[in-house]
């Protein structure tokens, strides 16, 4: 397949290295630090599932020398998805499927108004990634998973060749909101606590605050016709005891380093989803009150 990973971080370039090692044509578009170490000295990828080093991507800062694809895997941040869908063009062909695979449940619908929906389907990521160092990104765990749904096939076949756990899903809406509900409350908890994923889900506060959050938007799902059981914060806890105990959220990351954080379309979307329906979201009101200093990237976040 020929294939665009339009933002090359820690989700764009673990996935778009494992297929360029598959032997697809991949060109990644990236920026600053990151795109000149990938052009020096290639891409690299740190893993317990093995690690993979691309020593020549394809690699640039914008799409207009790429030309049309088959499919653009969609990777930038919350806060860039409108202004990079006005980029997602000269990638365009009519056959050209762009797979959105951000936080929250709002970025396909955004991408859509502006290039149009029968390019645009919805996906779902779960891994825990980072960019290290310019050129290097490194995978904490073992978890890496993509759920998408139907007009993907040659998507799921390529990945599945390039050992990433991909599944079909038939109801992808459910499927986002399952991620959503869990990551906005984790993300929200691990970001104002500083503490990775272990710490949160061991203190009897934190814990409980993981998840009071998590009900917020599950309520407010179901609400919206979203089809999450009623088991569904108890399943979410068993999963999150499963995870690595190092790992940290990537609102968390952003934080850490003083960048702009993704809040407004996390815990910030519970809020104001809530706010539409007449339900009250109290703990999700008070994560994103304190996270609101940092939105726009502080050096005084990690002080």
């Known amino acids: 397949m020929r294939i665009a990973i339009f933002g090359s971080g820690g989700v764009g370039g673990y996935f778009g290295a494992r297929l360029a090692a598959a032997g697809h044509d991949v060109h990644f ?31 640039h800062a914008d799409s207009a020398g790429i030309g049309p694809v088959d499919l653009v895997l969609f990777a930038v941040k919350l806060a860039d998805v409108a202004s990079a869908a006005e980029r997602l063009r000269p990638l365009l062909a009519e056959r050209t499927r762009v797979l959105c695979f951000q936080n929250g449940v709002e970025a396909p619908e955004i ?33 890496q998973r993509l759920q998408v749904g139907a007009a993907a096939e040659a998507f799921v076949e390529a990945c599945k060749a390039a050992g990433i756990n991909i599944e079909k899903v038939d109801d992808v809406e459910r499927a986002r909101w399952e991620k959503f509900v869990f990551l906005e409350a984790l993300s929200g908890v691990t970001t ?25 938007a599950w309520r407010v799902g179901r609400s919206r016709g979203v089809h999450l059981p009623d088991d569904f914060v108890a399943e979410r806890l068993n999963f999150v005891d499963g995870l690595h105990a190092d790992m940290r ?47 726009h990237g502080s050096a005084r976040a990690t002080h």
């Open 192 to 216: 104002l606590a500083r503490a990775p994923v272990g710490v949160c889900r061991a203190d009897p506060e934190l814990r409980a605050t993981l998840a009071a959050a998590m009900s917020e």
């Open 29 to 59: 578009i990236a920026r600053g630090a990151h795109l000149a170490a990938m052009r020096s000295r290639g891409l690299r990828v740190e893993s317990a599932l093995g690690n993979v080093h691309v020593p020549q991507p394809q690699a």
């Open 249 to 295: 959220t990537s609102m968390q990351h952003d934080l850490e380093v003083g960048k702009p954080l993704e809040a407004p379309w996390l815990c910030g979307a519970v809020v104001r989803m809530c706010a539409e329906t007449g339900l009250a979201a109290p703990v999700n009101r008070t994560i994103y009150a304190a996270l609101k200093p940092y939105l």
């Open 111 to 143: 991408v859509a108004r502006v290039i149009g929906a029968k390019h645009v389907l919805p996906g779902v990521a779960y891994i825990a990634t980072a960019i290290a160092e310019p050129g290097v990104v490194r995978h904490t765990g073992t978890m």
